[in-house]
């Protein structure tokens, strides 16, 4: 056999192997895709960089024949040199391009930001989950918000090297007080043993690249919900798109049924109670306000916006999921570049978008800018310090209801026992307002300094319902049975505690 055949032969092998490679394994041949193909612009750049440097060494040679070696490697240094400068200024160029068309479709308006229905914190819906799984023996996946249903859902894994989900729980967290389970439905164990995480032919990825090819997702983008007794994973796909600026664009859904272990994959999002569109993309694309400047804007970093650098909403600090009148959308307050920490915008992407583009990012200017999430949560503090046990609560997350209005959690754990509402610059009326665990409203504003008030832990005005310093109050009447309470008889009877305490103390404070 010539050689000419003998390569031939070798090259028909390579790629028929290459064939059945995508033929046989399109979950791993989809992920070798979605990790090359980004990789190409460095490619591309190193390429540039070798050719300039081979191409000035060349010259160097030829101007060197007959004279000093110097000369050829003067010319060879400076190739590396000017190749290096051109390879990085062409890989930063790729990367401000990539910038540039994730915000294709974002539009800064000085509207105002729609109204935004509150909800518990993340957090508090993600620590109820455990005590009111039951009986599960699972362990929990994630917990998400779904605004559709106004529920918590929480993705519960089966323990074992080859199984897939157990349960579905969904819960709803009221605004105060605690939540309960509000449903619970199981996978069927022989007929719906994948999951996300899974090994081998239980891997839910692996079933969703064979019903499409070259589309990936997100772990944490991934929630369940129950649909009856049945309970659904719904996973928000992506997809890559572009050759020189490779980027993400949405790719429609993956519904996986836990009865029967079906796969269905949509673009038609409209019955998903909860979000579609992935919130992985959306939070790319609030980065790549970045590049809504010139190319050295993008450089120095002094376009766009970003988050807060303080740990009031430690954790969770962005695409807060909200519904703006009956549309899920993710929403984050952003401050300017550099040391500036008053919020200026707040960013809008709709968690709920059918086709195969781009959800349009909004941002919404603030007139006049809020300040910080550090100095609400400061403020909040000076203000109800008088609480009884203010020390034992926390400050969770602190949310934007609209384009001049915040609310913030109080609790304790797995409690939610009262909301602060107020005014983004903290100006106005009412720059802050505590509300009782019941909804109504404690009061607005500290009274330190106030009617001969001092400071301290336990000062309020005289004669006033519901203040801390005040025997009367506007709360249930506490039973004797202290188990028989329920958690906002117990909270006001500590109130009363406290106050009759400080009373006993300082009789004229509380007009005896």
């Known amino acids: ?29 989809t992920i070798l895709w979605w990790e090359l193909r980004p990789v190409l612009p460095a490619l591309l750049a190193i390429a540039v960089f070798a050719v300039i440097t081979a191409g000035f060494a060349l010259v160097g040679g030829a101007m060197s024949k007959g004279a000093s070696d110097r000369t050829a490697i003067g010319m060879a240094v400076l190739g590396c040199f000017i190749g290096s400068a051109v390879a990085l200024l062409w890989l930063a160029h790729t990367l401000y391009d990539q910038d540039r068309t994730l915000i294709a479709t974002m539009k800064v308006t000085g509207e105002p930001v729609p109204a935004l229905s509150g909800r518990a914190p993340y957090q508090v819906g993600q620590a109820q989950a455990r005590p009111n799984l039951g009986d599960s023996t699972g362990d929990i996946a994630d917990t998400t918000y779904v605004p559709g249903q106004d529920r918590y859902a929480t993705l519960v894994e089966r323990r074992g090297w080859l199984s897939g989900y157990e349960v579905a729980l969904t819960q709803q967290i009221p605004l105060q007080g605690r939540g309960e389970a509000d449903k619970k439905c199981s996978f069927d164990r022989d007929r719906a043993d994948a999951r996300i995480s899974g090994n081998f032919s239980h891997n839910l990825g692996r079933q969703i690249s064979k019903k499409q090819r070259w589309v990936r997702f997100a772990s944490e983008d991934a929630y369940a919900y129950c649909d009856g007794d049945t309970p659904i994973v719904v996973v928000p796909l992506k997809r890559q798109v572009g050759i020189l600026v490779v980027t993400e664009k949405p790719a429609g859904v993956a519904l996986y049924n836990g009865k029967t272990g079906a796969v269905t994959i949509t673009t038609d999002t409209s019955t998903v109670p909860g979000p579609s569109y992935p919130l992985s993309l959306a939070a790319q694309q609030r980065e790549a306000t970045a590049g809504s400047g010139s190319f050295p804007d993008w450089v120095f970093n002094r376009a766009g916006w970003e988050t807060p650098d303080d740990d009031t909403n430690s954790g969770n600090d962005s695409e807060f999921t909200l519904d703006a009148s009956g549309q899920p959308t993710y929403v984050t307050p952003l401050t300017g570049r550099g040391s500036a920490t008053a919020i200026s915008v707040v960013t809008t992407v709709p968690a709920r978008h059918s086709g195969l583009g781009l959800a349009p990012l909004t941002v919404h200017k603030l007139n006049p800018v809020w300040v910080s999430p550090g100095a609400i949560l400061d403020k909040i503090k000076a203000d109800y310090q008088d609480i009884p046990n203010w020390q034992t ?120």
């Open 1 to 29: 056999m010539s050689q000419r055949a003998k390569i031939g032969l070798t090259l028909g092998g390579v790629m028929l192997l290459l064939a059945a490679c995508v033929g046989l394994a399109p979950y791993y041949t």
């Open 393 to 512: 609560f926390r400050v969770y997350e602190v949310v934007p209801t609209g384009g001049s209005s915040w609310v913030a959690t109080l609790g304790t754990g797995q409690n939610i026992l009262y909301r602060a509402t107020g005014t983004g610059n903290l100006k106005g009326d009412k720059p802050t307002c505590l509300l009782r665990a019941d909804g109504s409203v404690w009061r607005c504003g500290t009274v330190a300094g106030v009617a001969g008030n001092g400071v301290g832990t336990q000062y309020g005005p005289t004669g006033t319902p519901g203040a801390p310093g005040t025997p009367s109050s506007t709360g249930p009447a506490p039973s004797g049975d202290l188990r028989g309470m329920s958690n906002e008889e117990f909270a006001e009877l500590q109130r009363r505690i406290a106050a009759e305490s400080a009373c006993r103390i300082n009789p004229t404070s509380c007009g005896r």
